[in-house]
């Protein structure tokens, strides 16, 4: 079940957490996708140095995948991830809150 959260907040939670509470929202919002069908690697991989690029990748795929999106925009909320974080966190959480019940 995906929970709907405010997009803003979240980043604001994890700049004033300094990045804790981003870290908590991916591992939610991963779980959350797997729960929906998403084929996304264990988040332990977050924290090795290179496969952590593979996992947000992976992520950003599992992201388009979940909010029925085409497969290239996969690639644009990774690029997105690498170039600005904050701006891929509240667009990814605003497709999530499309899919809230």
């Given at each position: 079940?995906?929970?709907?959260?405010?997009?803003?907040?979240?980043?604001?939670?994890?700049?004033?957490?300094?990045?804790?509470?981003?870290?908590?929202?991916?591992?939610?919002?991963?779980?959350?996708?797997?729960?929906?069908?998403?084929?996304?690697?264990?988040?332990?991989?977050?924290i090795i140095p290179?496969?952590?690029?593979?996992?947000?990748?992976?992520?950003?795929?599992?992201?388009?995948?979940?909010?029925?999106?085409?497969?290239?925009?996969?690639?644009?909320?990774?690029?997105?991830?690498?170039?600005?974080?904050?701006?891929?966190?509240?667009?990814?959480?605003?497709?999530?809150?499309?899919?809230?019940?």
């Amino acid at each position: 079940m995906v929970k709907n959260r405010n997009p803003i907040l979240v980043v604001v939670l994890a700049i004033i957490t300094l990045g804790i509470y981003g870290i908590y929202w991916l591992y939610s919002t991963k779980k959350e996708m797997v729960e929906l069908g998403a084929s996304i690697p264990t988040f332990w991989l977050i924290i090795i140095p290179i496969v952590n690029i593979y996992w947000l990748y992976k992520y950003s795929v599992g992201t388009a995948q979940v909010a029925k999106k085409e497969s290239s925009m996969g690639l644009i909320y990774f690029l997105l991830w690498l170039v600005f974080a904050p701006a891929a966190m509240i667009l990814t959480q605003i497709e999530f809150n499309k899919l809230a019940v």
